[in-house]
């Protein structure tokens, strides 16, 4: 099993629509959790931290389920300028000093 | 502005070279990195640093060595660079609110 798996998509969207990413992780001492935006040939960015009581960063909530090893991302309103590809990120607590492990990231394509 | 900086940008090598990608950040982090990526493939960690002097081999196994002798640089060598190297390399560095990564060396070996 995968440290962290994601639906690789693409996902094609028209522009206004709602679009949930998910994510599940096997390492449940994890601690910290994020989600990254990657850009076609360019290097990931942060876009938000995942806390357990969920978090909203305008368009963008995340959320997370420690019971069933779970995180997602929801973008609403989506403009052409969200397609990228959004990567899940998980600490390997307890493994590896607690390094991050990115999955492999679903691609997102915004379309007008 | 970026605070971690990475060259060359792109590298195009003959096979059997010897290469040094640099990696250089200005925001004072102990913990650095350096991941691989090939083209619509996920990160793997190749090495980290948690300090100067502190090396350690990443999840994926890499021909590649790397050193920290000073806090701001974290370089990484291939001594003697294959076609099977060709790939994205990324170095990051991080802190408690988390990694920022440079800009990345894309690296072909012909």
């Known amino acids: 099993r995968k440290e962290v798996e994601q639906d690789p998509g693409p996902f094609n969207v028209p522009e206004g629509a709602t679009v949930a990413f998910n994510c599940t992780y096997s390492n449940s001492a994890s601690q910290s959790f994020f989600w990254y935006r990657q850009d076609c040939r360019k290097e990931p960015k942060l876009l938000m931290s995942?806390?357990?009581s969920g978090n909203e960063d305008g368009r963008f909530t995340a959320q997370l389920n420690r019971a069933s090893q779970y995180i997602s991302l929801l973008i609403r309103d989506s403009k052409l300028s969200d397609s990228a590809t959004y990567l899940c990120v998980v600490n390997d607590e307890g493994r590896s000093q607690g390094n991050l492990i990115f999955g492999k990231g679903t691609k997102l394509s915004v379309k007008p | 502005e970026a605070d971690i900086y990475q060259t060359p940008r792109y590298l195009v090598i003959g096979t059997g070279k010897k290469i040094t990608l640099e990696c250089s950040q200005t925001m004072g982090h102990d913990k650095m990195y350096w991941y691989q990526q090939d083209p619509g493939m996920e990160l793997h960690l190749i090495h980290y640093s948690y300090g100067v002097n502190s090396t350690e081999k990443g999840d994926l196994s890499s021909e590649s060595t790397v050193s920290r002798i000073r806090t701001e640089h974290f370089p990484l060598t291939l001594e003697s660079a294959r076609p099977s190297h060709t790939s994205q390399y990324l170095c990051?560095?991080?802190?408690?609110?988390?990694?920022?990564f440079g800009s990345g060396t894309r690296l072909t070996v012909v």
């Open positions: 990051a560095s991080s802190d408690f609110y988390g990694y920022t």
């Open positions: 995942v806390y357990s």
